[in-house]
């Protein structure tokens, strides 16, 4: 079941510009991730956001948490070549008990894909 | 070097013939899961294993199978491929299915079944 919605799905930019994703949900998260997948590769994580309202920067990338913590954005300032990739938010969802252990899954969006040029 | 390694990179096999994916992680995790991934659909959870001998389905179990024999390792088998099981696979770790836990990727196999 997918219960992150991320827009917009591709996004292509110069060199220089700014630009800001979205991953909204109309279920409430403990927690959001954010990924990122280059090509022929798995995805990597880049942050966690835990609290509403929650800011986290990592260099030229500012990640934030919505307050009622169902939505998130990701902003890059800025942009690069080397930003290039699919960026994926992740919500981790209660899974199904199994024998009688009860645990969290991720859930991810549809993903965004970055094009940066020169 | 902490990392999840996933076997072959790359499969084109034929309709019907039993292929296994392998995965193995060295950094003790408890959590394991398989995930495809397609165009449009994004990833999907097939199977997950909370521990070892502890397995359950995830959102697209259908033609698919895994075991938790060892900690380290959690392959995934198609004991019949179809082409609609033609997708790129990932194998993820976690410490621990908790929340806040960064999962670990290989680096994908991408399978063709014609």
């Known amino acids: 079941t997918q219960l992150l919605e991320q827009s917009p799905q591709f996004l292509s930019i110069q060199e220089g510009e700014n630009l800001t994703v979205y991953c909204n949900s109309s279920s409430v998260f403990s927690s959001l991730q954010w990924y990122r997948q280059e090509p022929g590769e798995g995805p990597v994580l880049l942050v966690t956001?835990?609290?509403?309202?929650e800011v986290k920067k990592l260099k030229r990338l500012t990640f934030q948490f919505g307050d009622a913590r169902k939505d998130s954005s990701l902003h890059i300032t800025a942009a690069q070549p080397g930003d290039t990739g699919l960026y994926l938010c992740?919500?981790?969802?209660?899974?199904?008990?199994?024998?009688?252990?009860?645990?969290?899954?991720?859930?991810f969006g549809k993903g965004t894909s970055l094009l940066v040029t020169p | 070097e902490a990392q999840v390694t996933q076997n072959p990179r790359y499969l084109i096999t034929v309709t019907g013939k039993k292929l296994t994916v392998t995965c193995s992680q060295n950094?003790?995790?408890?959590?394991m899961s398989w995930y495809r991934q397609d165009p449009g659909l994004g990833l999907r959870q097939i199977y997950y294993?909370?521990?070892?001998?502890?397995?359950d389905k995830g959102d697209v179990p259908e033609g698919y199978k895994v075991s938790r024999k060892e900690k380290r390792n959690f392959p995934l088998i198609l004991e019949s491929p179809s082409p609609n099981q033609t997708s790129l696979y990932f194998c993820?770790?976690?410490?621990?299915?908790?929340?806040?836990?960064?999962?670990?990727f290989g680096q994908g196999t991408r399978l063709t079944v014609v």
């Open positions: 993820a770790s976690s410490r621990q299915a908790a929340l806040n836990t960064e999962a670990f």
């Open positions: 294993s909370m521990n070892v001998e502890v397995t």
């Open positions: 992740a919500g981790a969802v209660r899974s199904r008990a199994s024998q009688m252990r009860v645990g969290y899954a991720l859930n």
């Open positions: 950094m003790n995790h408890e959590y």
């Open positions: 956001v835990v609290t509403g309202g």
